[in-house]
């Protein structure tokens, strides 16, 4: 794995968010974890793919079942220079969580 890559697999866990005061529907548990989801690439490459799977798995071990306790909210961007404006995007979606 490139550097690259593995610096854009594990952005994902940079946007984190824990919320317990959010005003949310009542299916939602009311300690709900947002996360921010960075990737460089296509959401179908074999890369992304095989990424994003063992980053919910982890999620999944440590008890964090998305829909239910965690919302991950994703960015793909196939060029380095869109990954700033995708990144924007995930930052001012937290904020409506507040």
């Known amino acids: 794995m490139r550097r ?19 005003q949310l529907p009542k299916q939602v548990s009311p300690r709900l974890a947002i996360v921010g989801g960075l990737w460089q690439g296509s959401p179908s490459s074999p890369t992304i793919l095989a990424g ?7 999620l999944r071990e440590e008890d964090y079942v998305r829909g239910h306790n965690i919302v991950i909210h994703e960015r793909y961007e196939a060029e ?14 937290t904020v409506m969580w507040k």
């Open 4 to 22: 690259r890559d593995f610096i854009t697999a594990f952005v994902a866990g940079a946007v984190w968010s824990p919320k317990s005061d959010a």
């Open 80 to 93: 380095p220079e869109g990954l700033q404006r995708a990144a924007a995007e995930l930052v001012a979606l």
């Open 52 to 58: 994003s799977e063992a980053f919910e798995q982890g």
